[in-house]
């Protein structure tokens, strides 16, 4: 088992990466999310490997970080998804970006990697509902889930609102927010809490206040 790979980026190319680690030149499949992260043809690269052995071939896939490395493990896990179906995923979308879809069903926005369907899309929900953890989301990743527009996004869902279109009392600006707290999880109360929380400020949209109620969340 290749647990990671430590050398020189030799060569960088469509799909993937060559590196020299000790005279030999290691040809390792990545997503476009690691190669647009990539540093410079020449210099230090650690990247951590998953090698696979199937009836068509052998493979080695990479990730600079090692989270990354486990979501594509967990892709893999799933009925129906190989290695070429799990790295068109995470080029398609990061893995905060795929967490933030699958706690939202937002199964349109996994359908866009090339190759997966709406099936397999709802498919990977099911599976990885359970599994994944919203812990340490970045903010950047709601613009592209929870404001994507997709069947996961923002809008109106049973037992999120109040007949007034509002979470708790809060209708307007802030609500959309709040509501998008309450359907990844978090208590009523404590998504109300945080969104009023941040909204000292006239003017600000839901995008950011969604951004910052969840950093009043995680650090509050």
């Given at each position: 088992?290749?647990?990671?790979?430590?050398?020189?980026?030799?060569?960088?190319?469509?799909?993937?990466?060559?590196?020299?680690?000790?005279?030999?030149g290691y040809e390792v499949a990545m997503p476009l999310t690691a190669l647009e992260r990539l540093p410079?043809?020449?210099?230090?690269?650690k990247v951590f490997t998953h090698f696979q052995v199937r009836e068509d071939g052998v493979g080695l896939y990479g990730f600079l970080f090692r989270q990354d490395l486990r979501m594509f493990k967990q892709l893999?896990?799933?009925?129906?998804?190989?290695?070429?179906?799990?790295l068109g995923i995470l080029s398609a979308l990061s893995p905060d970006e795929l967490r933030v879809a699958v706690a939202t069903d937002d199964d349109k926005m996994i359908a866009k990697a090339p190759g997966v369907?709406?099936?397999?899309?709802?498919?990977?929900i099911l599976d990885l509902k359970d599994k994944l953890s919203l812990d340490g989301l970045s903010p950047d990743?709601?613009?592209?889930?929870?404001?994507?527009?997709?069947?996961?996004?923002?809008?109106?869902?049973?037992?999120?609102?109040?007949?007034a279109g509002g979470v708790s009392g809060i209708v307007g600006a802030g609500s959309d927010a709040a509501r998008a707290l309450v359907e990844l999880g978090y208590p009523r109360a404590q998504a109300v809490a945080a969104v009023r929380a941040v909204m000292t400020e006239p003017g600000l949209g839901d995008e950011e206040i969604l951004?910052?109620?969840?950093?009043?969340i995680s650090f509050g």
């Open positions: 088992m290749i647990s990671y790979i430590d050398g020189v980026l030799s060569e960088i190319e469509e799909n993937g990466i060559v590196v020299d680690c000790g005279g030999i410079g043809v020449g210099e230090q690269v893999l896990g799933v009925n129906g998804v190989g290695p070429k179906g799990a369907g709406t099936k397999t899309a709802k498919r990977i990743a709601w613009s592209a889930g929870v404001f994507g527009g997709g069947a996961g996004g923002i809008g109106p869902g049973p037992g999120t609102a109040d007949s951004k910052r109620a969840l950093k009043q």
